[in-house]
């Protein structure tokens, strides 16, 4: 394993590879949480956890147990409950240690169970072959360009309130104007690596 190919996996896994804006996967807290920056950041830091930890254990998880059983056909079910359960413990986490955002993340947070880059990864570390270093780097960079693209489309998000913009675009109508143009706007990584 060089650097060479851990850089590629970062650089592909945020800007080239962007789960938000090339398959269009984590639509639903993409849209609801950026209404404000906080919120944004603070799914960002709770979906880069779950999809770190459950990726990594699921990629431990298919190794050593589901493949040395044959029983690869359990990946799908084990994987979600493997997943369901980080959830519930960042849930946990975070309304103990910061009420104030778990109250602004309201019910997308236990949504993070459905959310289907969590599963996109976890499945994407074992079709792609990567061995743990791999998978550990995958399964940071691609939730960290999850968490850059809330970022960026929350503080447009928060511009665009004090705006002057046409009634009939007010709201969502020009939030996906938005997030189209940024997906045209990314694009221009494609030839990066």
């Known amino acids: 394993m060089s650097l060479s190919s851990i850089l590629t996996l970062i ?6 590879n962007n789960v938000v ?3 269009f996967l984590g639509m639903c807290p993409f849209m609801g949480v950026s209404t404000k920056l906080s919120s944004a950041i603070g799914m960002g830091l709770a ?7 459950s990726s990594v254990l ?4 298919y190794y050593y147990v589901l493949d040395p059983l044959n029983i690869e056909y359990m990946e799908l079910i084990t994987f979600i409950l493997l997943i369901a359960a980080f959830v519930q413990f960042v849930e946990m986490f975070v309304k103990k240690n910061s009420p ?13 169970t459905t959310n289907c ?23 940071i960079a691609v939730p960290l360009g999850f968490m850059l693209m809330l970022v960026i ?8 309130n004090g705006a002057d913009v046409p009634e009939a675009f007010k709201g ?16 221009a990584f494609a030839g990066l690596v």
């Not at 489309?153 to 665009?160: G, M, V």
């Open 21 to 23: 804006l090339t398959k």
């Open 172 to 187: 969502n109508p020009i939030a996906f104007i938005v997030a189209a143009i940024m997906a045209v706007a990314f694009t």
């Open 117 to 139: 880059v969590v599963l996109f990864v976890a499945q994407d570390n074992i079709t792609q072959g990567y061995n743990l270093i791999e998978t550990i780097v995958n399964s």
């Open 100 to 112: 104030s955002l778990y109250k602004s993340l309201g019910i997308f947070l236990p949504l993070i």
């Open 11 to 16: 650089i592909g896994g945020i800007l080239i």
């Open 47 to 53: 979906v880069t956890f779950v999809i770190f930890g």
């Open 153 to 160: 489309f929350a503080t447009i998000r928060e511009r665009l």
């Open 58 to 61: 699921s990629w431990l998880l």
